[in-house]
């Protein structure tokens, strides 16, 4: 599985470059699938 190179803000909804250094991002797995990533400040 290859790392998410964006996230998208739950607050405005855009796409954002990834910031490994203040977001811990990890996937969202629903029903055995990968839907997104979660980001946890």
Known sequence: ???F???KCH???E???D???SVL???LII???VC???NIR
Do not use: A, H, N, Y
């Open 1 to 3: 599985m290859k790392p």
């Open 5 to 7: 190179d964006t996230w």
């Open 11 to 13: 607050i405005c909804g």
């Open 15 to 17: 796409e954002r470059p």
């Open 19 to 21: 910031d490994r250094l």
């Open 25 to 27: 991002s990890k996937p």
């Open 31 to 33: 029903d055995g699938q």
């Open 36 to 38: 997104g990533v979660q």
